[in-house]
Structure formats: C-alpha cells, structure tokens
C-alpha cells in the first residue's frame, strides 16, 4: 500500500484507518510505502496525519530530500521486524551506505528535516505542479484532456476521455518522439471486467524543466490532434 500512489492522488486519513483495521483484523502488517508522504518529505498538498501502531511497517526515503543518491531508506517498525530487516540488509547489502543515515541524524539534530520539507520541498513542487498544469492548459482544452486534481507526488493523472486510440499506442507515438509517458493500465491490476477508462490515462512526470516540459506537451497534443482527425 502506498500512501501516496503514483497517480497523484492521496488515500485520506479514514481510508488509512480502514486499512489499518483491516490488517489487524486478519494479524497481517500494514506496510506503507511514504516515500512522498508526511512528515517528510512533505510532497503532499492536501491535509494528512502521519500514523503508525506496531502493526505498521512504515517506509521512506531521503531520495526526495534531494538525496537520490545516497540510496538511503527508513523504515520504522517494532523491535522484532527491524531485527528481521537489519539481519537481510547486513546480508544481502553486506556494508550498507552510511553517508545517508549520517547526514538524515545531523538534518535532525540541527531541526533542519522538517523545516525544509515545508519551507522549501512542498512550495518548489507546489510551484512546479501548477506551471505544468498552465502549460498543459494552454495546449490541450478540457474536451481533449482533463487533468486530475494534484495531492501530491511529482506526478499528474491525465484523462484522455474518448480517446479514439489507447494510451499505450498514444505511448508508443510520443516515444517515437523522445517524449515518455506512461500508460495508465499498469496502475489497474485485478480488475474482473474490462473497463475502456484504464486505456484512456497517462502519468506525466511534472518536474523537468518548464522549456522541457512545454516541448513534450506540444508533441503530445500535436499526438492527440492526429488520433482524433485520423479517427
């Protein structure tokens, strides 16, 4: 489970708490993937709680903290999993990095973490959703594409109702001319019936430059313009 899917949507704290239910329900862990989500880094725009029993194992990251590199996670979890985990990593990392733990203890004993994810990551991904979200309007109408409302992530949901092609060919098209996107049907799995919408949406990474990102979307709407007019 993620709290901040790849769609650009947030599971709400109510629906966090079903599933936390749910799991302890069954005696089954609740793993959450946050690596967008609160406290940290903060990429969120909506208003959500940071929540954690021992039933939880929760996940994140300092690659969104500007830290890609150092290929540090965290995870926080009762006593007998992090064992668990610490033994599997010893092994099969053998010597794992420790630059990341070092320089995520010193943001922490400084108060740095916190602070900088709310004064300075959430606003340049605040300000980088909303330029892109200008560009795509000045290229592609509401009848052409609608935009998901954006909670969080770096990512934005397209909606290319009645496409006359699927967006995995729409995919393949913009690949074709160096722009990539990803068709929205992987983020459908286990549905029993066939539902034309998962062929009708694309996720578009939103932080490339502005020039880069203006570019892609004049490609992709020249792309849509042409499976309409061929349709």
Not at 18 to 40: E, T
Not at 50 to 66: A, D, H
Not at 154 to 179: C, H, M, N, S
Request: neutral net charge.
């Amino acid at each position: 489970y993620k709290r901040k899917p790849k769609t650009g949507n947030v599971i709400t704290d109510d629906e966090l708490m079903q599933l936390d239910a749910l799991a302890q329900q069954h005696d089954v862990p609740l793993l959450i993937d946050n690596a967008y989500g609160v406290p940290f880094p903060g990429i969120i725009f909506s208003e959500v709680r940071p929540l954690w029993n021992p039933n939880i194992i929760l996940c994140m990251s300092l690659s969104k903290l500007g830290l890609p590199g150092a290929r540090c996670g965290i995870i926080i979890a009762d006593e007998k999993t992090i064992t668990a985990l610490s033994n599997m990593n010893g092994i099969i990392s053998l010597a794992p990095g420790s630059i990341g733990p070092a320089i995520a203890n010193e943001m922490i004993r400084r108060g740095d973490l916190l602070r900088l994810s709310e004064e300075v990551i959430k606003p340049f991904y605040q300000q980088k959703v909303q330029q892109t979200i200008a560009i795509l309007r000045r290229y592609l109408t509401e009848e052409r594409c609608l935009i998901h409302k954006p909670e969080g992530a770096i990512f934005l949901w397209l909606w290319f109702r009645d496409l006359p092609i699927t967006t995995e060919l729409l995919y393949q098209r913009l690949k074709a001319r160096g722009v990539l996107m990803v068709p929205g049907h992987f983020f459908f799995p286990g549905l029993e019936q066939a539902w034309p919408h998962t062929h009708q949406c694309m996720r578009m990474n939103y932080v490339p430059d502005a020039e880069n990102i203006e570019r892609a979307v004049q490609i992709l709407a020249e792309e849509v313009e042409i499976a309409w007019r061929d349709s």
